[in-house]
């Protein structure tokens, strides 16, 4: 075959590999085989956190060793938890570690915003504590966040210097939200539309006290302002609608490894992508 042809064909096939991985809509799933004496499984967590416990739940895969370890991080109130990419990252042989904030799903303490981030730092300094019995290889740790848990994800990266990655799903970003909000009564009527909160009985707290710390310091709260303290991550923003280019824009500005950033057609919860999802997650995983 002529060379030519064959350096195309070849250039050609590679073009349609990085295609096809960077948003497949196929999936192929095996039943795990369990590997004797070392079997995949689940195990019940209760994490310290800011003299509270919080409830949580480790997914583990077969083998012995330390494994690298996904950490999921729900939304405002956390509906939706993912755990369909926990199933499959777990049978890619990653621990995946679910847990819900203070204050919310039966876990203790009080829910707050700046609580969530603080959450997320205690999760992994647990994570070392127990990186032996938990088979936790703390050298391969990242954040994933869905809605509110994108802005806790960009929030706590930035407090982890040992954590290199996150993925920040249809980030909220809180701050901008408020940005034209003044007032206590402005804060009340504007965060009652249930489009933006509403009274969820799994928060223990009322909307002034989850939004008042908002209107009182919109400068920690606006994820446009971290992008300098985001540069040394790679990090992915995987978006249903454009309300986030501006950010996206600055931290891409800023960044000196990785940043993605992607809007797909489709809803918050991303219902008609999931198996894309998935994909596009193991593939940043496996970077």
Known sequence: ???SIALGLFLLGLFISQKSL???DSLVLKDIIWEKGAQAGATELFIPSGNSLLAGYIYRPNGSQKHPTLLLLHGYPGNERNLDLAQVVRAHGWNVIYFDYRGSWGSQGKFSFQNCVEDVVNL???CKKYQDSLKIDTSQMVLFGHSMGGWVCLKALEKLPSIKKGFALSAWNIGQDFKKVMS?????QF??????AGKYFVLNASLLELFNPVIQNKT??????D?????SKQIIMLDEHSKNQTLAQKIKSNNTLYFDYQVWNTDHPFSNKRVSLINKLIQFLDR
């Open 1 to 3: 075959m002529n060379k």
């Open 22 to 24: 960077a948003q497949s």
């Open 124 to 126: 992994v300094s647990f």
């Open 184 to 188: 206590q009564k402005e804060l009340i």
């Open 191 to 196: 965060a009652n539309n249930p489009n933006i």
């Open 220 to 225: 920690y709260f606006d994820l446009e302002n």
């Open 227 to 231: 992008a300098q303290g985001l540069s």
